[in-house]
């Protein structure tokens, strides 16, 4: 393992936005792992575990410690039954795992197709999409304690999983490096059905079964794919897509309660546009609703295509911002904070980005 100097860090994220990080190591198995982690804290150096640089905007003036990119690789398995057992390690590029177990016939990662990313950040954000959280097929997750740089294993529900939430993001959490994960599996390449995912564009369901009155798995990776792209949330080789984080923010989760002055606020604003955009929301349990962001961004100036000086709003998806060619951290930084102000001024709720900023963010207000 080689420990670089002042190592551009834009080209390594999904924004291709970015500073300098002051020192850079690639670390390639678990051990060189450790021993870049126990060298950032033997020098007194803070440090930051990059993966596939997909859910992070980077400062322009960078990262002033050791950025330690995470690029272990390997797929093993076990087979119990029915049932498939497999150890993946954290640098794999978390689509190639889905198209892996896709090709295997291994079902219950087949929802996450064309998420960004690498296989160890996806525990970290609970990655999700049509009706399929990551939490759903994780058995437990190896970790390094950054503190002495023990090897740990969290069960399931030591992760702490909730909505694109975990106990890797809390302040205790954040002190371990995700070395591998460990997935449970079906050995059916026949997908389940009863998917009723919808939003106002798509109905995932209808599509998969327009595929096949039987579909494989590879049926649904298709359709998802093919949903993702329409969306312009594609962010791979030979795939038109647009320079971003994906979706900036989560979904709010409120209250029932507030479903109605939502909905009376969107009506009055433009009763069309409310009903065309319908579901915009679901509900959780028996007392609260998961809100569609993109939804209350659609009646703010923010919405489709929205431009502001080298960055702006895809013309495919609210909810995605841009860097349209140039663009800076500053200005994406400063496009997300209007574009939360607006939301709250509009519909008094809080937007909160499902992005990390790395380095210095302390902007004028």
């Given at each position: 393992?080689?420990?670089?100097e002042?190592?551009?860090?834009?080209?390594?994220?999904?924004f291709?936005?970015g500073?300098?990080?002051?020192?850079?190591?690639e670390?390639?198995t678990?051990?060189?792992?450790k021993?870049a982690?126990?060298?950032a804290?033997?020098?007194?150096?803070?440090?930051?575990i990059?993966?596939?640089?997909s859910?992070?905007?980077?400062?322009?003036?960078?990262?002033?410690?050791?950025?330690?990119?995470?690029?272990?690789?390997?797929v093993?398995?076990?087979?119990k039954?029915?049932?498939i057992?497999a150890i993946?390690?954290?640098?794999?590029?978390?689509?190639d795992?889905?198209?892996?177990?896709?090709?295997?016939?291994?079902?219950?990662?087949?929802?996450?197709?064309?998420?960004?990313?690498s296989?160890?950040?996806?525990?970290v954000?609970?990655?999700?999409?049509?009706?399929?959280?990551?939490?759903?097929?994780i058995?437990?997750?190896?970790?390094?304690?950054?503190n002495?740089g023990?090897?740990?294993?969290?069960?399931?529900?030591?992760?702490?999983?909730?909505?694109?939430?975990?106990?890797f993001?809390?302040?205790?959490?954040?002190?371990?490096v995700?070395?591998?994960?460990v997935?449970?599996?079906?050995?059916?390449?026949?997908?389940?059905?009863?998917?009723?995912y919808?939003?106002?564009?798509?109905?995932i369901?209808k599509?998969?079964?327009?595929?096949?009155v039987?579909?494989?798995?590879?049926d649904?990776?298709?359709v998802?794919l093919?949903v993702r792209?329409?969306?312009?949330?594609?962010?791979a080789?030979g795939a038109?897509?647009?320079?971003?984080?994906g979706?900036?923010?989560?979904?709010?989760?409120?209250?029932?309660?507030?479903l109605?002055?939502i909905?009376?606020?969107?009506r009055?604003?433009?009763?069309?546009?409310e009903?065309r955009?319908?579901?915009?929301?679901?509900?959780?349990?028996?007392?609260?609703?998961?809100?569609?962001?993109?939804?209350?961004?659609?009646?703010?100036?923010?919405?489709k295509?929205?431009?502001?000086?080298?960055v702006?709003?895809?013309p495919k998806?609210?909810?995605?911002?841009?860097?349209?060619?140039?663009g800076?951290?500053?200005?994406?930084?400063?496009?997300a904070?209007d574009?939360s102000?607006?939301?709250?001024?509009v519909f008094?709720?809080?937007?909160?980005?499902?992005?990390?900023?790395?380095?210095d963010?302390?902007?004028?207000?």
């Amino acid at each position: 393992m080689i420990i670089k100097e002042f190592v551009s860090l834009a080209p390594l994220t999904t924004f291709k936005i970015g500073g300098m990080a002051r020192f850079f190591a690639e670390a390639e198995t678990k051990e060189e792992i450790k021993k870049a982690v126990l060298l950032a804290r033997e020098k007194n150096v803070p440090f930051f575990i990059l993966g596939g640089g997909s859910n992070i905007l980077v400062s322009d003036d960078g990262f002033s410690g050791l950025v330690i990119k995470i690029s272990s690789r390997g797929v093993k398995h076990e087979k119990k039954g029915n049932t498939i057992r497999a150890i993946v390690e954290a640098g794999e590029r978390w689509d190639d795992f889905v198209a892996y177990a896709v090709g295997k016939g291994w079902r219950g990662v087949e929802n996450l197709s064309g998420v960004p990313g690498s296989v160890g950040a996806a525990p970290v954000q609970n990655i999700g999409c049509y009706g399929t959280e990551v939490k759903d097929v994780i058995e437990s997750v190896y970790a390094i304690d950054t503190n002495n740089g023990e090897e740990k294993i969290f069960s399931k529900e030591e992760c702490g999983f909730g909505y694109r939430d975990s106990f890797f993001k809390t302040v205790e959490g954040k002190r371990f490096v995700i070395t591998s994960v460990v997935f449970s599996l079906m050995d059916a390449p026949y997908a389940e059905t009863n998917d009723s995912y919808k939003d106002n564009r798509f109905d995932i369901g209808k599509l998969v079964m327009e595929k096949s009155v039987n579909p494989t798995l590879k049926d649904v990776r298709e359709v998802i794919l093919s949903v993702r792209g329409e969306k312009g949330m594609i962010i791979a080789e030979g795939a038109k897509s647009y320079a971003s984080a994906g979706s900036f923010f989560g979904a709010p989760v409120l209250p029932s309660s507030h479903l109605e002055r939502i909905t009376a606020i969107a009506r009055d604003l433009d009763g069309e546009k409310e009903k065309r955009l319908r579901p915009w929301f679901w509900r959780i349990g028996e007392d609260r609703v998961k809100i569609a962001p993109a939804f209350l961004l659609e009646f703010t100036p923010y919405s489709k295509g929205y431009a502001r000086g080298k960055v702006g709003i895809s013309p495919k998806h609210s909810l995605s911002i841009i860097n349209l060619g140039g663009g800076t951290a500053r200005e994406i930084y400063s496009l997300a904070k209007d574009m939360s102000s607006e939301v709250r001024k509009v519909f008094d709720v809080d937007l909160n980005p499902e992005v990390m900023f790395v380095g210095d963010f302390q902007m004028d207000s």
